[in-house]
C-alpha cells in the first residue's frame, strides 16, 4: 500500500524493486495459485508508467508461468492425471491470461505488435485448444464452465491484441486461429440450456470471438482469410 501512495523520495528505485520481486517469485513459484494471484493481483494495482521499465520482464514471467499450465493441460490429455491438478492449472492459465490482458489494457497499445513476437499469440491459442477439448466433453456441467471461463479470458486478449494490429492478426491466422473459431463458435452455437449462468458466459464468450474477427477482417491481407471469414 505504501508503494501504490503518493511518492516519496526514492519511490522510484522501490517500485522498480518491488516490482521485480513479484517477477522473480512468479518465475519461482509458477504452479502456486495463491502466491501467483497475490503477485499478479499486486502488479495490476501499478500504473503502466510505474511498470514502463520492467513491461517486458512482465510480460515475460506471465509468458513462462503460462507456458508451464499450457504444459500440464496437454499432459492431462492423454495421460490420466488428478482432476485437482488439471483444475488448478485451468485457475492458474485463466488467471494469467486475465493478468496479461489487464496488463495491455493498462497503456501498452505501442507494445501490442512486439508483444505479439513474443509468441504470446501461439501460447494463448494452444491453451485456448486445450480449454475447448476440455469444454466441448461437457459444456453444461460444473468442469465444462470452468474452462469456459478460461476460454472468454483467451479470446478477450486476443480480440485485445489484434486490435489495429496487422502483424498479431496475421500471426493469429498464421497458427490456425480461424479454425479454432470456427470450431469453438459451432460448439457454442450448439449449446442449449436454461442455465443463465452458462448462457452469460457463452454469449460472452461469443462476443469476444466476433470482437477478435472484427479485428481480423479490417486488415485481412490474404484471399485464404477472407474465404474462411465469409464462412
Request: aromatic letters at 8%.
Amino acid at each position: 500500500q505504501v508503494l501504490l501512495s503518493e511518492p516519496y523520495p526514492g519511490y522510484g528505485r522501490h517500485v522498480r524493486r518491488a516490482i521485480t520481486l513479484f517477477v522473480i517469485a512468479m518465475n519461482i513459484h509458477a504452479s502456486q495459485y495463491e502466491v501467483l494471484k497475490n503477485c499478479m493481483g499486486m502488479l495490476t494495482q501499478f500504473s503502466s508508467y510505474q511498470k514502463e521499465f520492467l513491461f517486458y520482464e512482465i510480460m515475460h514471467s506471465y509468458i513462462y508461468v503460462l507456458e508451464k499450465q499450457k504444459s500440464i493441460l496437454s499432459r492431462s490429455m492423454v495421460l490420466s492425471i488428478e482432476d485437482s491438478a488439471r483444475d488448478k492449472a485451468n485457475r492458474i492459465s485463466t488467471l494469467t491470461v486475465k493478468a496479461i490482458n489487464t496488463t495491455i489494457c493498462q497503456g501498452a497499445c505501442g507494445k501490442k505488435n512486439t508483444v505479439g513476437k513474443m509468441r504470446l499469440i501461439e501460447t494463448i491459442l494452444t491453451v485456448s485448444r486445450l480449454g475447448f477439448s476440455m469444454f466441448r466433453q461437457s459444456p453444461h456441467e460444473t468442469d465444462g464452465i470452468n474452462f469456459c471461463d478460461l476460454l472468454m479470458e483467451t479470446w478477450s486478449t486476443l480480440w485485445n491484441i489484434t486490435d489495429e494490429q496487422a502483424g498479431n492478426c496475421d500471426r493469429f491466422v498464421e497458427h490456425l486461429g480461424l479454425e479454432l473459431y470456427l470450431d469453438t463458435y459451432f460448439v457454442c452455437s450448439q449449446v442449449k440450456t436454461d442455465d443463465r449462468r452458462v448462457t452469460i458466459k457463452i454469449t460472452t464468450l461469443i462476443r469476444n470471438m466476433l470482437g477478435l474477427m472484427g479485428n481480423i477482417a479490417e486488415v485481412a491481407t490474404s484471399d485464404r482469410s477472407c474465404r474462411k471469414l465469409r464462412r
